[in-house]
């Protein structure tokens, strides 16, 4: 019974990670919460569910063209209407009220598109699952572990590594400072779009694959992963890590006590205990509150 | 005419809240995503009152406004001292949160059921049951509404509010309790929109959960957004445009399913169009220019 809460709390962690840091990426970068990044998350799973069920293209060429319209969706918004903003040097304030509408927007075309009705990208009978140390784990639950801590793991390695994440890391401590550098910070900020984006899209299609899809299911996920990157700290991937498998281990152990329904109010209630305790986060620097 | 005046009361409603939410939003700078959840406190209050204890409107009125100024400070006081982005998230909790509670726990709220047969508001021996007679109603409680915001925003204590806004560390450094003063002004918006839950319920008779979700929230900050934030018109325009507006879309005959869609789309388009355009809205005074 505990082996599998635990094993279930790794997995829902696992997903959470994933939208944390695709989240936290372009938060950090861009300093403005971007809600529309989870119609993103959606889309990806409906950009699959589009070509794989409904114009009959095999899954391993489905999910690449998904992955990519959604690194795709997460750049146009940011040409369109963020961009545009930045230039008129709008507040954080404007952009995130921009996002909401975006969100909006498009979460709806997405139900008008498809219907509100739940849709699926599994194929085939429901196998049982393995048992791993008493507990039972289907092989696709393995598949989506592993890809999460994979990507993660390259995105962290990039950060730290390349060129253009060095790039990014320079313009979220001081775009200005950046740009006096030589670095093209509206390039970078296209480029932290499509990555985040991106792992947004392929975290969609995971959850896609083990409980399918609603045109709503992104916001929730979303603000789990929000409440990921708070609990760790904004700007530390594995504080951000931390903060995912506490969170799925809370809310999968509180499952065993009181009804699962109650999971979303787990999570924010957590979220307001560290909100009031520790703001910044297990692993995060102390935010400053004010700059002159 | 009764399709009038329907319309004419949900404009009534509206305008409470984002009249409440523009406190917040345009008076103080503090973006909430909690309105609907407040909105619903009221209206669960009202609903739960009169059902339990029969208890006089009234007093049920009054005690919903109690209920979620009260909720309003809990809230408030963790979530206000932390900067902005994080206020904003803490709101969106306590939205997901109140929302829950109405959905989950059955045997108090009825959950997804909802609860049917609240009773019309009985005032001084007067049954309120007619449109006109809640249209009156509302209104006396719309203009109340608008003459207390006006009240505190012309007040010196809305003076810091507007300080508040604009330069936080400057309030700061004149001595206010920044934080305070926003807990304050936060219990405020929430008590008002409370009364347009009482209202909400006792018009409608029935509430569910679905009438307070995050969605509603969002449209109530488009509705302050669009009408203008930081002036007293414009969430009362806000009101009118963003609720008549899609009626007309009724009138196309487009299918029902396709209009609730297309209703938030509508809305959406105009929120993303006016922060790119003419981020005061309307007639609005404040453009989030911090």
Not at chain 1, 274 to 287: A, S, T
Not at chain 2, 254 to 268: F, K, S, T
Request: hydrophobic content about 55%.
């Amino acid at each position: 019974m505990i082996n599998q809460l635990l094993l279930n709390a790794l997995f829902a962690g696992c997903i959470y990670i994933l939208i944390a840091v695709s989240f936290s990426l372009i938060y950090h970068i861009t300093r403005f919460f971007h809600f529309a990044h989870a119609v993103v998350f959606t889309s990806g799973a409906y950009f699959t569910y589009l070509f794989h069920k409904l114009l009959g293209l095999p899954v391993c060429i489905a999910i690449p063209i998904a992955i990519g319209l959604a690194a795709l969706l997460g750049c146009g918004m940011e040409v369109s209407v963020y961009k545009p903003l930045r230039k008129k040097n709008a507040s954080p304030m404007v952009l995130l009220l921009a996002s909401l509408g975006l969100y909006i927007v498009l979460q709806n075309t997405i139900s008008m598109v498809f219907g509100d009705d739940t849709k699926s990208i599994r194929s085939g009978v429901v196998k049982e699952g393995l048992l791993v140390f008493g507990a039972r784990i289907t092989p696709i639950q393995i598949v989506i572990i592993c890809t999460s801590i994979v990507l993660v793991v390259l995105v962290a390695l990039w950060l730290k590594k390349s060129k253009m994440g060095k790039a990014m890391r320079a313009v979220a401590n001081d775009a200005e400072l950046a740009e006096i550098s030589g670095i093209d910070s509206h390039n970078v900020i296209l480029w932290t779009f499509a990555i985040g984006s991106g792992l947004a899209g392929v975290a969609g299609i995971l959850v896609a694959l083990d409980v399918d899809m609603t045109p709503t299911m992104g916001m929730n996920v979303l603000m789990m992963g929000v409440v990921a990157v708070i609990i760790g700290g904004v700007g530390s991937i594995p504080g951000v890590a931390l903060g995912a498998l506490l969170l799925g281990l809370a809310q999968h152990l509180g499952v065993w006590k009181i009804s699962s329904q109650w999971q979303d109010a787990i999570a924010f209630i957590i979220l307001f205990v560290f909100l009031l305790v520790r703001p910044q986060g297990f692993l995060g620097r102390k935010v400053k509150k004010v700059s002159v | 005419m009764t399709y009038l005046l329907h319309i004419l009361i949900y404009i009534g409603i509206f305008s409470i809240l984002s009249i409440s939410l523009n406190l917040l939003v345009g008076y103080t700078g503090i973006l909430s995503i909690a309105h609907a959840a407040f909105y619903g406190v009221g209206a669960y209050a009202v609903a739960l009152m009169a059902l339990q204890f029969h208890s006089p409107f009234l007093v049920n009125l009054v005690l919903a406004v109690i209920a979620s100024g009260v909720l309003g400070a809990l809230v408030g006081i963790p979530s206000l001292r932390i900067k902005d982005d994080y206020f904003i998230i803490a709101t969106f909790a306590f939205q997901v949160i109140v929302f829950s509670i109405l959905n989950n726990w059955v045997s108090f709220t009825g959950g997804p059921m909802g609860l049917p047969g609240i009773p019309q508001p009985v005032i001084f021996g007067i049954r309120v049951s007619s449109h006109v007679g809640f249209l009156i109603l509302i209104v006396i409680l719309c203009v109340f509404t608008f003459w207390f915001s006006g009240r505190v925003v012309k007040s010196p204590f809305g003076r810091v509010l507007r300080a508040i806004r604009e330069d936080e560390v400057f309030a700061q450094s004149f001595g206010k309790n920044v934080a305070g003063f926003k807990v304050k002004v936060f219990m405020m918006g929430a008590g008002l929109a409370a009364i347009a839950g009482v209202m909400y319920a006792t018009y409608i008779s029935f509430i569910d959960p679905t009438s307070f979700t995050v969605m509603e929230s969002i449209f109530i900050i488009s509705i302050v957004i669009i009408g203008g934030a930081g002036s007293l018109w414009g969430p009362v325009l806000g009101a009118v445009v963003l609720v008549a507006l899609p009626e007309l879309l009724r009138f196309i005959g487009l299918p029902n399913a396709v209009a609730a869609n297309i209703r938030q789309m509508l809305y959406g388009g105009l929120l993303v169009a006016f922060m790119l355009w003419r981020p005061r809205g309307f007639v609005g005074k404040y453009g989030f220019n911090k």
